[in-house]
């Protein structure tokens, strides 16, 4: 097959379908399937220009094939099972066996063929969200192209022109299709040497996404607009996210794309990150500015470096608290201060599940072992080696260890905090508040006249501050 097939002009991808199903669909490359969320290994190229490869959390980089010097992709849009977390599986949709769909990798500059084969029950389409492409190869049904039919196989071919960090998801049906998990990630390489793109150690990569499943089903809810319940990243709730190990004295990237439908602030603990890239490119050094939380957008993506010179095991996570708990009911009431006691025991002689949510705060949730109806995930779960993590949802640990090798990204188990630097119960006695001696100790030679006398009888307010409320008509005009 000739290039200028592929670049026919107006019949681009008439000529495309028919020159496929004509000559190359023998010949396509064989779809490789996934059947495992777990984080594979970083895929080597064997084949191209050489780079240091991307780690996909809980996912999967798609294997080529080169063709005289075209890189062959072949991505299956199919319905998939995808496990969320260990006890719950969701039925999705998504590419070659998982959702999210495998990341691909390429290099700026190369010359790059997918062929996408549409084994969903509706035609689909694929949008290369933030990449530099003919108008025909961007994906948007009905505008830059057909739909693919159910079982036709479309072929979208173009040059990766600039590097960095996209993201790939039907334009068709898009609301259904994404709710149901059809996305994934493309990283394009540097061909040389960037000035604005740092070499690192580590390399991660992940998406952004939500879900909305009842409680003992399966299938998401796809018309909901804003009330998600499972908060996930790469289609993975915690406990089911694994960590991101890293060696002491690593430079580490991590990009993150968000196709949710709402923005989430990523927030490291530990260490500070510059935002080193958008969708749109590197970031030219004068911009970055140290951070320790990123608040990425609906449709953006958040590349972000840093230096892993602290040893532990540091949460990384939404900032947002709803964004960190699996499934529960909003609706409950506040009962925080409501005194239950006797009353329990009575209703469990009628109902003996019943359990009492909230009276101290909502942390027995971590512990209890309440029965929920099979399919569904704990609310806060997750256990560390000091007792429940309480968390659920967006949540992991970056792992940071001067004993992790090079190059390997296993689990090194729970950090041991060193003698003498973890948060201990103080268990002498209480020693004598200093805090009167100490404050008046700042109060006397500043203030003349106050010596001696008690902070608070300096700080009462002597002023009540009058708060003048609009009254009625007074918004009218305006
Ligand atoms: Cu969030």
């Not at 999967?60 to 072949?74: A, D, I, S």
């Not at 960037?194 to 796809?222: K, W």
């Not at 608070?456 to 008509?473: D, S």
Request: charged share 20%; glycine share 10%.
């Amino acid at each position: 097959m000739k290039r200028r097939n592929f670049f026919g002009g107006a019949a681009l991808s008439a000529v495309a379908i028919a020159s496929v199903s004509r000559v190359a669909m023998a010949a396509l490359p064989e779809p490789v399937l996934m059947g495992k969320p777990d984080t594979a290994p970083p895929l080597v190229p064997s084949t191209g220009r050489p780079y240091n490869p991307v780690v996909t959390l809980n996912s999967w980089t798609l294997p080529w094939r080169m063709n005289q010097n075209v890189k062959e992709f072949h991505l299956v849009a199919e319905p998939v099972v995808r496990e969320i977390a260990p006890g719950m599986n969701a039925t999705l949709w998504g590419y070659n066996g998982q959702s999210p769909g495998p990341t691909i990798e390429v290099v700026e500059g190369d010359r790059v063929r997918i062929f996408v084969t549409n084994k969903l029950p509706e035609h689909t389409t694929i949008h290369w969200h933030g990449q530099r492409l003919p108008n025909g190869m961007d994906g948007v049904g009905g505008l830059n192209q057909k739909q693919i039919p159910v079982g036709k196989t479309f072929v979208y071919e173009f040059i990766a022109r600039r590097p960095g960090t996209f993201m790939y998801h039907p334009h068709a049906d898009e609301m259904t299709q994404m709710a149901m998990g059809m996305m994934g990630f493309w990283v394009t390489h540097p061909k040389e040497k960037h000035p604005m793109i740092q070499e690192v150690q580590r390399d991660f990569c992940f998406l952004l996404n939500a879900y909305d499943v009842d409680p003992g089903s399966t299938t998401p809810m796809v018309n909901t607009m804003l009330d998600f319940n499972l908060w996930t990243w790469n289609s993975r709730a915690f406990p089911g996210i694994d960590s991101l190990n890293v060696r002491l004295g690593d430079q580490v990237r991590i990009r993150i794309g968000n196709l949710t439908m709402t923005n989430h602030p990523i927030h490291l603990h530990g260490h500070e990150f510059v935002v080193s890239g958008t969708d749109g490119g590197p970031t030219p050094a004068g911009s970055r500015w140290p951070e320790v939380t990123t608040d990425i957008a609906v449709g953006q993506m958040r590349q972000i470096d840093f230096l892993a010179d602290e040893e532990g095991d540091w949460a990384f996570h939404c900032h947002k608290s709803h964004h960190t708990m699996n499934p529960m009911g909003h609706d409950v009431p506040t009962m925080i201060g409501v005194d239950h006691r006797g009353l329990v025991a009575k209703i469990q002689k009628l109902v003996p599940d019943y359990m009492v949510m909230g009276e101290r705060g909502m942390a027995d949730m971590g512990e209890m072992q309440m029965p929920i109806p099979d399919q569904t995930l704990p609310m806060m779960t997750g256990t560390g080696p000091y007792g429940p993590i309480e968390m659920g949802g967006m949540f992991t640990m970056v792992k940071v260890r001067k004993d992790q090798k090079p190059g390997d990204y296993s689990d090194p188990g729970w950090y041991q905090q060193p003698a003498g630097t973890q948060s201990f119960e103080w268990t002498g006695n209480l020693p004598e508040p200093a805090r009167f001696k100490s404050e008046m100790a700042s109060i006397d030679g500043q203030v003349p006249g106050l010596q001696g006398t008690p902070v608070a009888a300096v700080a009462t307010p002597t002023t009540t501050l009058t708060v003048r409320k609009p009254g009625a008509g007074m918004h009218k005009g305006h």
